[in-house]
Structure formats: C-alpha cells, structure tokens
C-alpha cells in the first residue's frame, strides 16, 4: 500500500475514534454528557439520537462498498462537528472546550479527502491487469514464455 493511503486510513481511525469516543456516552446518557447538553441548552432526548447517528455515520464510513452511503455519513458527521462546534461558541466556551470539535472537523476534514482521492477498486485492478500484460509481453520479447 502506498504511503499517502496509509496515512490517509490513519486521518479516517482517528477520526472514527474520536466520534466513537463522543458518541457513546451520548448513547449511555452519562452524566458528563447530560451536563454538556444542559449547559447548551438542548433538551436531553437530543443525546440518545445525536449519539447513535454518530455511531452509525463512523459504521457508514468505516464500511467499504457502498460509496453514497459513505458520502452522506460524512455530510452528517460534518453538520454534527460544525454544530457542536457553533454551539459551544455561541455560549462562550473556553478553547479547551471546544477543541475537540474542532480537532474533528479538521480530522473529518481530510479523512474525506483522502476517501475522495483514494484509486476505486476497479482503477486497482485495471492498474494490476495493466502490469500483468506488460509483464507477459515483457517475457515474451525476451524469450521466457513458453
């Protein structure tokens, strides 16, 4: 695998991670996270749904195959990022709050374009029969086929 792929898979885990890492206590409605949504100002049934949509948006990008799906997993994610991010701006609150979002969306930001620039798999395997045919034509020209 190239370089820039792994780098690109690494953006996307850390991203997933952090949405995980978000999204869970959101989904057990933990304290911290009821608090968080009180501070905001947002009714706390907004917690259980905010936090399974997030884990379903990491599943849909994680998930290979199914590229509209992974293009709408990253729309939602992204309003998810950038609301959390305004809403904790319009309250007031200190960078050390509101990093994390921001982390995110930077994050988010260039998992999707590593996903947008990633070779599809039928560019791979074009690649891989190109090669393949070079190489036979290659041996054949030198006097190694059969």
Excluded: C, N
């Excluded at 939602?76 to 319009?90: C, E, P, R, V």
């Amino acid at each position: 695998m190239k370089a820039r792929t792994w780098m690109g898979w690494a953006v996307t885990g850390l991203m997933a991670a952090l949405l995980m890492l978000s999204a869970v206590p959101d989904v057990l409605r933990i304290p911290g996270a009821l608090a968080v949504f009180r501070h905001l100002g947002y009714p706390p049934y907004l917690l259980l749904f905010l936090g399974t949509a997030k884990l379903l948006g990491v599943a849909a990008v994680l998930m290979p195959g199914v590229p509209r799906l992974t293009e709408w997993a990253f729309a939602g994610l992204t309003f998810d990022l950038t609301g959390a991010l305004y809403s904790h701006l319009s309250v007031g609150d200190p960078a050390s709050v509101w990093m994390p979002a921001a982390i995110g969306l930077a994050l988010m930001a260039g998992s999707y374009v590593a996903y947008r620039t990633r070779p599809s798999r039928a560019e791979t395997s074009q690649d891989r029969r190109t090669y393949a045919e070079g190489t036979a034509a290659t041996r054949r020209q030198v006097g190694l086929s059969r």
